[in-house]
Protein backbone atom coordinates (compact mmCIF):
# COMPACT_ATOMS: atom_id res chain seq x y z
CA UNK A 1 0.00 0.00 0.00
CA UNK A 2 2.92 2.27 0.74
CA UNK A 3 4.37 1.48 -2.87
CA UNK A 4 2.31 3.46 -4.89
CA UNK A 5 4.78 6.27 -4.00
CA UNK A 6 7.83 4.86 -5.51
CA UNK A 7 5.96 4.27 -8.80
CA UNK A 8 6.18 8.00 -8.74
CA UNK A 9 10.49 8.04 -8.72
CA UNK A 10 9.66 7.10 -12.39
CA UNK A 11 6.92 9.08 -13.08
CA UNK A 12 9.11 12.04 -11.99
CA UNK A 13 11.67 11.36 -13.76
CA UNK A 14 10.05 12.22 -16.34
CA UNK A 15 10.60 15.74 -16.29
CA UNK A 16 13.84 15.38 -17.59
CA UNK A 17 16.00 17.36 -15.26
CA UNK A 18 19.51 17.25 -14.98
CA UNK A 19 22.21 15.12 -13.48
CA UNK A 20 23.40 17.15 -10.98
CA UNK A 21 19.55 17.37 -9.17
CA UNK A 22 19.50 13.68 -8.92
CA UNK A 23 22.61 13.18 -7.98
CA UNK A 24 22.51 14.79 -4.98
CA UNK A 25 20.15 12.75 -4.17
CA UNK A 26 21.57 9.22 -4.94
CA UNK A 27 22.90 9.32 -1.45
CA UNK A 28 19.56 9.13 0.02
CA UNK A 29 18.86 5.97 -1.10
CA UNK A 30 19.34 2.90 1.56
CA UNK A 31 21.21 0.10 -0.39
CA UNK A 32 20.05 -3.47 -0.22
CA UNK A 33 21.22 -6.53 -2.33
CA UNK A 34 18.33 -8.42 -2.95
CA UNK A 35 19.92 -10.31 -6.23
CA UNK A 36 23.19 -11.46 -4.13
CA UNK A 37 24.39 -15.52 -5.10
CA UNK A 38 21.14 -15.93 -7.19
CA UNK A 39 21.24 -19.06 -9.11
CA UNK A 40 18.68 -20.34 -11.54
CA UNK A 41 16.42 -17.33 -12.22
CA UNK A 42 13.57 -16.94 -15.04
CA UNK A 43 15.23 -16.05 -18.10
CA UNK A 44 15.16 -11.83 -18.84
CA UNK A 45 12.57 -10.75 -21.27
CA UNK A 46 12.48 -7.48 -22.69
CA UNK A 47 11.40 -3.95 -20.85
CA UNK A 48 12.53 -3.28 -16.80
CA UNK A 49 10.39 -5.47 -14.22
CA UNK A 50 10.74 -3.76 -10.55
CA UNK A 51 9.93 -5.72 -7.67
CA UNK A 52 8.25 -2.23 -4.92
CA UNK A 53 7.21 -4.18 -1.42
CA UNK A 54 5.54 -2.02 1.34
CA UNK A 55 6.49 -1.96 4.83
CA UNK A 56 5.33 -0.21 8.09
CA UNK A 57 8.13 1.78 9.07
CA UNK A 58 7.05 5.12 10.71
CA UNK A 59 10.35 6.04 12.28
CA UNK A 60 9.83 9.96 11.14
CA UNK A 61 5.88 10.42 12.63
CA UNK A 62 5.92 11.94 15.32
CA UNK A 63 3.52 10.36 17.97
CA UNK A 64 0.69 13.27 17.57
CA UNK A 65 0.31 12.35 13.83
CA UNK A 66 1.13 8.41 14.83
CA UNK A 67 -2.16 8.71 17.55
CA UNK A 68 -4.31 11.21 14.65
CA UNK A 69 -3.69 8.51 12.21
CA UNK A 70 -3.81 5.00 13.91
CA UNK A 71 -0.10 4.47 13.65
CA UNK A 72 0.49 3.13 17.10
CA UNK A 73 2.66 0.11 18.42
CA UNK A 74 5.75 -1.17 17.27
CA UNK A 75 6.32 -1.65 13.65
CA UNK A 76 6.70 -5.22 12.28
CA UNK A 77 8.83 -4.25 9.22
CA UNK A 78 6.44 -6.19 7.39
CA UNK A 79 5.86 -6.39 3.73
CA UNK A 80 1.63 -5.58 3.51
CA UNK A 81 1.98 -4.65 0.10
CA UNK A 82 3.91 -6.47 -3.26
CA UNK A 83 3.41 -5.64 -6.64
CA UNK A 84 5.09 -5.80 -10.07
CA UNK A 85 5.78 -3.07 -12.02
CA UNK A 86 6.69 -2.97 -16.07
CA UNK A 87 8.16 -0.74 -17.81
CA UNK A 88 7.55 -1.56 -21.41
CA UNK A 89 10.52 -1.82 -23.51
CA UNK A 90 9.63 1.40 -25.35
CA UNK A 91 8.74 3.61 -22.02
CA UNK A 92 5.28 3.80 -23.34
CA UNK A 93 3.20 1.64 -20.70
CA UNK A 94 3.73 1.01 -16.94
CA UNK A 95 1.70 -2.39 -16.58
CA UNK A 96 1.46 -3.04 -12.20
CA UNK A 97 0.70 -6.33 -11.11
CA UNK A 98 -0.42 -6.51 -7.09
CA UNK A 99 0.11 -9.76 -5.35
CA UNK A 100 -1.93 -9.93 -2.84
CA UNK A 101 -0.21 -10.37 0.68
CA UNK A 102 -1.67 -13.43 1.93
CA UNK A 103 -1.06 -15.29 -1.13
CA UNK A 104 -0.58 -19.08 -0.79
CA UNK A 105 3.28 -19.59 -1.73
CA UNK A 106 6.49 -21.78 -0.95
CA UNK A 107 10.05 -20.28 -0.75
CA UNK A 108 12.93 -21.87 -2.04
CA UNK A 109 15.80 -23.19 0.31
CA UNK A 110 17.30 -20.09 2.16
CA UNK A 111 18.35 -18.95 5.86
CA UNK A 112 16.49 -17.68 8.14
CA UNK A 113 17.91 -13.92 8.64
CA UNK A 114 17.03 -13.92 12.60
CA UNK A 115 17.39 -17.71 13.16
CA UNK A 116 20.31 -18.01 10.84
CA UNK A 117 18.82 -21.63 10.52
CA UNK A 118 18.87 -23.29 7.41
CA UNK A 119 15.53 -24.29 5.63
CA UNK A 120 14.00 -26.17 3.15
CA UNK A 121 11.47 -24.91 0.90
CA UNK A 122 7.92 -24.88 2.79
CA UNK A 123 4.48 -22.88 2.82
CA UNK A 124 3.99 -19.62 3.14
CA UNK A 125 2.07 -16.21 3.02
CA UNK A 126 3.83 -14.56 0.60
CA UNK A 127 4.44 -11.49 2.98
CA UNK A 128 6.15 -13.90 5.39
CA UNK A 129 8.69 -14.35 2.90
CA UNK A 130 10.23 -11.09 3.85
CA UNK A 131 10.48 -11.80 7.87
CA UNK A 132 11.85 -15.04 6.90
CA UNK A 133 14.84 -13.81 4.66
CA UNK A 134 14.74 -10.36 3.88
CA UNK A 135 14.39 -8.50 0.22
CA UNK A 136 16.31 -11.32 -1.07
CA UNK A 137 13.75 -14.22 0.04
CA UNK A 138 11.13 -12.06 -1.40
CA UNK A 139 12.33 -11.59 -4.88
CA UNK A 140 13.40 -15.46 -5.06
CA UNK A 141 9.53 -15.96 -3.81
CA UNK A 142 8.21 -14.10 -6.26
CA UNK A 143 10.24 -15.32 -8.86
CA UNK A 144 9.52 -18.54 -8.04
CA UNK A 145 5.90 -17.89 -8.61
CA UNK A 146 5.44 -15.94 -11.03
CA UNK A 147 8.42 -17.14 -13.34
CA UNK A 148 9.29 -13.31 -14.30
CA UNK A 149 12.81 -12.23 -13.64
CA UNK A 150 12.86 -9.18 -11.33
CA UNK A 151 15.39 -6.35 -12.55
CA UNK A 152 15.37 -3.83 -9.38
CA UNK A 153 13.68 -3.70 -5.83
CA UNK A 154 12.60 -0.76 -4.38
CA UNK A 155 10.52 -0.66 -0.51
CA UNK A 156 9.18 1.79 0.97
CA UNK A 157 7.34 2.55 4.13
CA UNK A 158 4.66 4.71 5.86
CA UNK A 159 7.06 8.33 6.21
CA UNK A 160 7.80 8.74 2.35
CA UNK A 161 4.42 7.88 1.41
CA UNK A 162 3.08 10.66 3.55
CA UNK A 163 5.55 13.09 2.76
CA UNK A 164 5.11 12.85 -0.69
CA UNK A 165 1.83 13.02 -0.80
CA UNK A 166 1.83 16.39 1.40
CA UNK A 167 4.68 17.66 -1.11
CA UNK A 168 2.60 16.86 -4.41
CA UNK A 169 -0.37 19.17 -3.01
CA UNK A 170 -2.61 16.19 -1.60
CA UNK A 171 -4.39 13.22 -3.65
CA UNK A 172 -7.76 13.40 -5.04
CA UNK A 173 -10.06 10.64 -4.69
CA UNK A 174 -13.46 9.78 -5.27
CA UNK A 175 -15.97 7.19 -3.87
CA UNK A 176 -19.51 6.75 -4.69
CA UNK A 177 -20.02 5.01 -0.94
CA UNK A 178 -19.18 6.26 1.94
CA UNK A 179 -15.58 4.64 3.28
CA UNK A 180 -15.60 4.05 6.94
CA UNK A 181 -12.57 1.76 8.70
CA UNK A 182 -12.50 1.57 12.63
CA UNK A 183 -9.05 -0.16 12.60
CA UNK A 184 -7.34 3.06 10.37
CA UNK A 185 -9.85 5.84 11.43
CA UNK A 186 -10.73 6.51 8.04
CA UNK A 187 -14.35 8.34 7.62
CA UNK A 188 -14.68 9.74 3.94
CA UNK A 189 -18.60 10.49 2.69
CA UNK A 190 -19.24 9.57 -0.61
CA UNK A 191 -17.87 12.41 -3.32
CA UNK A 192 -14.66 13.80 -4.26
CA UNK A 193 -11.99 14.44 -1.45
CA UNK A 194 -8.52 15.70 -1.50
CA UNK A 195 -6.02 13.86 0.82
CA UNK A 196 -2.97 14.91 2.47
CA UNK A 197 -0.55 12.92 3.93
CA UNK A 198 -2.03 11.08 6.84
CA UNK A 199 -5.60 10.95 5.49
CA UNK A 200 -4.27 8.87 2.13
CA UNK A 201 -2.52 6.63 4.58
CA UNK A 202 -5.56 6.07 5.90
CA UNK A 203 -7.44 5.39 2.53
CA UNK A 204 -4.62 3.01 1.01
CA UNK A 205 -4.49 0.87 4.67
CA UNK A 206 -8.39 0.61 4.92
CA UNK A 207 -9.28 -2.99 5.00
CA UNK A 208 -12.04 -3.16 6.96
CA UNK A 209 -14.50 -1.22 4.82
CA UNK A 210 -15.99 -3.98 3.38
CA UNK A 211 -16.14 -7.30 3.39
CA UNK A 212 -13.68 -7.41 0.30
CA UNK A 213 -10.82 -7.33 2.79
CA UNK A 214 -6.98 -7.34 1.43
CA UNK A 215 -8.44 -7.48 -2.11
CA UNK A 216 -11.12 -4.33 -1.53
CA UNK A 217 -7.97 -2.53 -0.59
CA UNK A 218 -5.84 -3.30 -3.39
CA UNK A 219 -8.99 -1.85 -5.68
CA UNK A 220 -8.47 1.37 -4.04
CA UNK A 221 -4.63 1.19 -4.15
CA UNK A 222 -4.86 1.20 -7.30
CA UNK A 223 -7.05 4.29 -7.77
CA UNK A 224 -5.16 6.08 -5.43
CA UNK A 225 -1.70 4.85 -7.52
CA UNK A 226 -3.56 6.39 -10.47
CA UNK A 227 -4.61 9.64 -9.12
CA UNK A 228 -0.34 10.23 -7.49
CA UNK A 229 0.20 9.96 -11.15
CA UNK A 230 -2.33 12.01 -12.54
CA UNK A 231 -1.14 15.02 -9.87
CA UNK A 232 2.43 14.49 -10.57
CA UNK A 233 2.15 14.36 -14.42
CA UNK A 234 -0.61 17.19 -14.78
CA UNK A 235 0.19 19.90 -12.17
CA UNK A 236 4.05 21.23 -13.32
CA UNK A 237 5.83 19.27 -10.61
CA UNK A 238 7.60 17.60 -12.97
CA UNK A 239 8.56 21.13 -15.22
CA UNK A 240 9.60 22.59 -11.97
CA UNK A 241 13.24 21.77 -10.68
CA UNK A 242 12.60 23.04 -7.20
CA UNK A 243 9.36 21.15 -6.74
CA UNK A 244 11.13 18.16 -8.32
CA UNK A 245 13.78 18.17 -6.08
CA UNK A 246 11.26 18.58 -3.25
CA UNK A 247 9.16 15.60 -4.34
CA UNK A 248 11.84 13.15 -4.89
CA UNK A 249 13.94 13.98 -1.37
CA UNK A 250 10.72 13.23 0.13
CA UNK A 251 10.50 9.63 -1.58
CA UNK A 252 14.09 8.85 -1.32
CA UNK A 253 14.34 9.56 1.99
CA UNK A 254 12.80 6.37 3.25
CA UNK A 255 13.33 3.95 -0.03
CA UNK A 256 16.19 1.29 0.09
CA UNK A 257 17.16 -0.05 -3.51
CA UNK A 258 18.88 -2.53 -5.11
CA UNK A 259 22.67 -1.35 -6.06
CA UNK A 260 22.11 -0.60 -9.76
CA UNK A 261 18.82 1.34 -9.46
CA UNK A 262 20.58 4.34 -8.98
CA UNK A 263 20.81 8.26 -10.58
CA UNK A 264 21.96 6.63 -14.29
CA UNK A 265 18.61 4.51 -14.40
CA UNK A 266 16.75 6.76 -13.14
CA UNK A 267 17.33 9.52 -15.97
CA UNK A 268 17.88 7.19 -18.92
CA UNK A 269 14.11 5.51 -17.35
CA UNK A 270 12.75 9.44 -16.90
CA UNK A 271 14.17 11.01 -20.50
CA UNK A 272 12.29 8.02 -22.16
CA UNK A 273 8.95 8.72 -20.60
CA UNK A 274 8.34 12.27 -20.88
CA UNK A 275 4.79 11.84 -22.19
CA UNK A 276 3.82 9.53 -19.63
CA UNK A 277 0.02 9.80 -18.17
CA UNK A 278 -2.19 7.61 -16.22
CA UNK A 279 -3.58 6.77 -19.79
CA UNK A 280 -0.55 5.13 -19.97
CA UNK A 281 -0.73 2.66 -17.45
CA UNK A 282 -2.63 -0.57 -16.02
CA UNK A 283 -3.27 -2.50 -12.91
CA UNK A 284 -4.56 -5.58 -12.01
CA UNK A 285 -4.68 -8.14 -9.20
CA UNK A 286 -3.46 -11.55 -9.73
CA UNK A 287 -6.95 -13.45 -10.00
CA UNK A 288 -7.64 -15.73 -6.74
CA UNK A 289 -9.54 -18.97 -7.13
CA UNK A 290 -10.19 -19.58 -3.36
CA UNK A 291 -10.42 -17.42 -0.47
CA UNK A 292 -8.95 -18.90 2.81
CA UNK A 293 -7.49 -22.09 1.36
CA UNK A 294 -6.25 -23.51 4.69
CA UNK A 295 -2.60 -24.71 4.71
CA UNK A 296 -0.61 -26.43 7.30
CA UNK A 297 2.14 -24.18 8.81
CA UNK A 298 0.87 -21.20 7.30
CA UNK A 299 -2.87 -20.81 8.00
CA UNK A 300 -5.53 -19.32 5.80
CA UNK A 301 -4.19 -17.69 2.38
CA UNK A 302 -5.38 -17.14 -0.53
CA UNK A 303 -4.68 -19.24 -3.84
CA UNK A 304 -4.45 -18.15 -7.15
CA UNK A 305 -6.44 -18.95 -10.55
CA UNK A 306 -3.10 -20.84 -12.04
CA UNK A 307 -4.40 -20.37 -15.43
CA UNK A 308 -5.32 -16.46 -15.21
CA UNK A 309 -2.19 -15.95 -13.29
CA UNK A 310 -0.29 -17.38 -15.89
CA UNK A 311 -1.37 -15.63 -18.87
CA UNK A 312 -0.99 -12.10 -16.62
CA UNK A 313 2.92 -13.32 -16.03
CA UNK A 314 3.41 -14.58 -19.58
CA UNK A 315 2.02 -10.92 -20.92
CA UNK A 316 4.84 -9.03 -18.38
CA UNK A 317 7.64 -11.60 -19.67
CA UNK A 318 6.69 -10.62 -23.40
CA UNK A 319 6.34 -7.10 -22.69
CA UNK A 320 2.91 -7.22 -24.25
CA UNK A 321 -0.19 -5.17 -22.71
CA UNK A 322 -2.19 -7.46 -20.33
CA UNK A 323 -5.66 -6.40 -21.73
CA UNK A 324 -6.54 -4.46 -25.41
CA UNK A 325 -6.49 -0.91 -25.04
CA UNK A 326 -9.92 0.17 -24.68
CA UNK A 327 -10.72 4.04 -25.37
CA UNK A 328 -12.64 6.15 -22.51
CA UNK A 329 -16.00 6.16 -23.90
CA UNK A 330 -18.75 8.88 -23.09
CA UNK A 331 -21.03 5.66 -21.17
CA UNK A 332 -22.41 7.17 -17.72
CA UNK A 333 -20.82 6.18 -14.66
CA UNK A 334 -23.20 4.52 -12.50
CA UNK A 335 -22.46 2.81 -8.79
CA UNK A 336 -23.39 -1.23 -9.88
CA UNK A 337 -21.90 -3.18 -13.01
CA UNK A 338 -25.41 -3.74 -14.94
CA UNK A 339 -24.02 -7.13 -16.08
CA UNK A 340 -24.90 -7.74 -12.26
CA UNK A 341 -28.75 -6.40 -12.19
CA UNK A 342 -31.53 -8.74 -13.11
CA UNK A 343 -34.43 -7.05 -15.06
CA UNK A 344 -37.74 -8.19 -15.83
CA UNK A 345 -39.54 -5.70 -18.50
CA UNK A 346 -42.94 -5.17 -19.15
CA UNK A 347 -44.85 -3.27 -21.90
CA UNK A 348 -46.84 -0.74 -19.70
CA UNK A 349 -48.68 0.68 -22.93
CA UNK A 350 -50.95 -0.20 -25.50
CA UNK A 351 -47.76 0.05 -28.24
CA UNK A 352 -47.12 -3.51 -30.04
CA UNK A 353 -43.22 -4.65 -29.11
CA UNK A 354 -42.45 -2.07 -26.80
CA UNK A 355 -41.39 -4.54 -24.45
CA UNK A 356 -39.18 -6.34 -26.67
CA UNK A 357 -37.38 -3.07 -27.67
CA UNK A 358 -36.51 -1.98 -24.06
CA UNK A 359 -35.69 -5.78 -23.45
CA UNK A 360 -33.65 -5.61 -26.30
CA UNK A 361 -31.86 -2.05 -25.56
CA UNK A 362 -31.13 -2.58 -21.74
CA UNK A 363 -29.74 -6.10 -23.04
CA UNK A 364 -27.04 -4.25 -25.20
CA UNK A 365 -26.52 -2.12 -22.66
CA UNK A 366 -24.90 -5.00 -20.34
CA UNK A 367 -28.05 -5.77 -18.27
CA UNK A 368 -28.98 -9.13 -17.65
CA UNK A 369 -33.12 -9.13 -18.72
CA UNK A 370 -34.96 -11.85 -18.90
CA UNK A 371 -35.28 -11.88 -21.99
CA UNK A 372 -39.23 -12.41 -21.80
CA UNK A 373 -40.68 -9.17 -21.26
CA UNK A 374 -44.39 -9.39 -20.30
CA UNK A 375 -47.41 -7.33 -20.82
CA UNK A 376 -47.86 -5.33 -17.51
CA UNK A 377 -51.46 -5.10 -15.40
CA UNK A 378 -51.93 -1.32 -16.51
CA UNK A 379 -51.78 0.24 -20.17
CA UNK A 380 -51.89 3.27 -19.93
CA UNK A 381 -48.41 3.94 -17.64
CA UNK A 382 -46.98 7.63 -19.39
CA UNK A 383 -43.32 7.73 -17.35
CA UNK A 384 -41.58 4.36 -17.14
CA UNK A 385 -41.02 3.10 -13.97
CA UNK A 386 -37.86 1.17 -12.00
CA UNK A 387 -39.80 -1.28 -9.45
CA UNK A 388 -37.33 -2.12 -7.09
CA UNK A 389 -36.64 -3.62 -3.53
CA UNK A 390 -34.86 -1.29 -0.85
CA UNK A 391 -32.30 -3.88 -0.15
CA UNK A 392 -30.83 -3.18 -4.17
CA UNK A 393 -31.56 0.82 -4.12
CA UNK A 394 -28.06 1.06 -5.56
CA UNK A 395 -28.78 -1.63 -8.51
CA UNK A 396 -32.14 0.35 -8.97
CA UNK A 397 -30.21 3.49 -9.31
CA UNK A 398 -27.79 2.14 -11.64
CA UNK A 399 -30.51 0.77 -14.12
CA UNK A 400 -32.45 4.32 -13.64
CA UNK A 401 -29.47 6.08 -15.01
CA UNK A 402 -30.15 4.23 -18.21
CA UNK A 403 -33.60 5.34 -18.80
CA UNK A 404 -34.07 8.86 -18.67
CA UNK A 405 -36.71 10.29 -17.09
CA UNK A 406 -37.72 7.41 -15.19
CA UNK A 407 -39.42 6.99 -12.11
CA UNK A 408 -37.66 4.95 -8.92
CA UNK A 409 -40.36 3.19 -6.65
CA UNK A 410 -39.85 1.00 -4.05
CA UNK A 411 -41.47 -2.62 -3.73
CA UNK A 412 -40.74 -4.05 -0.32
CA UNK A 413 -40.29 -8.08 -0.77
CA UNK A 414 -39.49 -7.95 -4.71
CA UNK A 415 -36.44 -9.65 -4.58
CA UNK A 416 -33.38 -8.95 -6.04
CA UNK A 417 -34.80 -8.96 -9.56
CA UNK A 418 -35.55 -5.44 -10.68
CA UNK A 419 -38.59 -4.22 -12.31
CA UNK A 420 -39.80 -1.87 -15.69
CA UNK A 421 -42.47 -0.60 -16.34
CA UNK A 422 -42.15 0.59 -20.13
CA UNK A 423 -44.17 3.79 -20.70
CA UNK A 424 -45.23 6.13 -23.18
CA UNK A 425 -42.05 8.19 -22.34
CA UNK A 426 -39.54 5.75 -23.48
CA UNK A 427 -36.92 6.82 -25.94
CA UNK A 428 -33.95 5.14 -26.14
CA UNK A 429 -31.03 3.51 -23.30
CA UNK A 430 -28.72 5.32 -22.02
CA UNK A 431 -25.20 3.41 -22.35
CA UNK A 432 -23.72 2.83 -18.38
CA UNK A 433 -20.77 1.71 -17.72
CA UNK A 434 -19.54 0.37 -13.78
CA UNK A 435 -17.74 3.77 -11.74
CA UNK A 436 -15.24 0.64 -11.04
CA UNK A 437 -14.53 -0.87 -14.34
CA UNK A 438 -11.85 -3.60 -13.15
CA UNK A 439 -15.22 -6.21 -14.26
CA UNK A 440 -13.19 -7.39 -17.38
CA UNK A 441 -10.85 -10.28 -17.61
CA UNK A 442 -8.62 -10.09 -14.78
CA UNK A 443 -9.89 -7.10 -13.05
CA UNK A 444 -7.63 -4.74 -15.89
CA UNK A 445 -8.41 -1.39 -15.88
CA UNK A 446 -6.04 1.98 -16.91
CA UNK A 447 -4.82 4.57 -14.84
CA UNK A 448 -6.99 7.31 -16.81
CA UNK A 449 -10.19 4.86 -15.77
CA UNK A 450 -9.88 4.69 -12.02
CA UNK A 451 -9.79 8.28 -11.42
CA UNK A 452 -12.48 10.93 -10.97
CA UNK A 453 -14.06 11.33 -14.00
Known sequence: MRAVTTLSVVVLASAGIGHAVLSSLDADI???????????????????????????????????EREKYRLGGTPCH???TIMIVHISEDRERASVVGLPRDSYAETPPHTDRVSGEEHEGHPVRLNAAYAEGGPQLTVRTVE????????HYLEVDFTSFMKTVDVVGGVEVCTDEPLKDSHTGLDL????????????????????????ADLGRMKRQQRFMAALVDRATSSGILLNPMKFRDVTRAVLGSVRADKGFGTGELLDLGRAMRDFSPSSSEFTTVPVEE????????????????????????????????????????????PVDPRQIRVQVENGTRTTGLGRRVDAA?????????????NAAEHDVRRTIVAY???WDRSAKSLAAALPGSELRAVKGQGATLKVIAGADFEKVRKVRAADPGQGEFGVVRGDEVGCS
Request: charged share 35%; hydrophobic share 30%.
Open 291 to 334: AGHDVKGAGSTLKWDAEKAERIFEALRRDRPLTEHRPRDAALRV
Open 389 to 391: DPR
Open 144 to 151: KMTRVKID
Open 78 to 80: CTD
Open 30 to 64: DRVDPFRDMKNRPEAGDGTNILLVGTDGRDGIGEE
Open 362 to 374: LASTGFRTTRAPV
Open 189 to 212: PAGRHTLGGGQALQYVRARHVDGA
